[in-house]
T-cell receptor, first 113, second 113 residues
């Protein structure tokens, strides 16, 4: 089955700096890659996603890149703010009605004021 | 449009009791997914259901766990004869037909004493 590895497990940055989280996946059939932000005591919230026919996607301070050949994708957060502090998860799935998403183990991001 | 609803938010059970977790998907969503999250770990897929059908239960333990999504009413995840190792956060997600994006509920935190 699919296996998703996520690095780093913890990341600490100064406010205003950029943060990058990287994930690799194993199954070349995966074609949908969402990123979730989870705050303490809450459920994961989708922040951005990318499909395999696209190499990069940006939404304000957040961007995601995908390298299908290398089977890795990354989350980039620019101009970080303290409220960006949370646990971030990457995931991979085989798209529409394919069911399950396979999640990475998460990255705890701390943005220091 | 209300988000995914889960109840109860917190559930305490003694070993050997039954736990019933409920999930009401977003309006118009006919696909439901259950995930389990152990402390400081990622989400692990358990089961994928559509109305009245179990589509994929490959992540569900073979014994004591069952899930349903009836024609009317919420999806139910049932754990019989709970053990301490069942203590975790259980998240439900839903998606509309023909879309990959899964929207998560706030989770039920189960504590087995």
């Amino acid at each position: 089955g699919e296996n998703v590895e996520q690095h780093p497990s913890t990341l600490s940055v100064q406010e205003g700096d950029s943060a990058v989280i990287k994930c690799t996946y194993s199954d070349s059939a995966s074609n949908y890659f969402p990123w979730y932000k989870q705050e303490l005591g809450k459920g994961p919230q989708l922040i951005i996603d990318i499909r395999s026919n696209v190499g990069e996607k940006k939404d304000q301070r957040i961007a995601v890149t995908l390298n299908k050949t290398a089977k890795h994708f990354s989350l980039h957060i620019t101009e970080t703010q303290p409220e960006d502090s949370a646990v971030y998860f990457c995931a991979a799935s085989m798209g529409t009605n394919a069911g399950k998403s396979t999640f990475g183990d998460g990255t705890t991001l701390t943005v220091k004021p | 449009n209300a988000g995914v609803m889960q109840n109860p938010r917190h559930l305490v059970r003694r070993r050997g009791q039954e736990a019933r977790l409920r999930c009401s998907p977003m309006k118009g969503h006919s696909h439901v997914y259950w995930y389990r999250q152990l402390p400081e770990e990622g989400l692990k897929f358990m089961v994928y259901l559509q109305k009245e059908n179990i589509i994929d239960e490959s992540g569900m333990p073979k014994e004591r766990f069952s899930a349903e999504f009836p024609k009317e009413g919420p999806s139910i995840l049932r754990i019989q004869q709970v053990v301490r190792g069942d203590s975790a956060a259980y998240f439900c997600a839903s998606s509309p037909p023909h879309q990959e994006t899964q929207y998560f509920g706030p989770g039920t935190r189960l504590l087995v004493l």
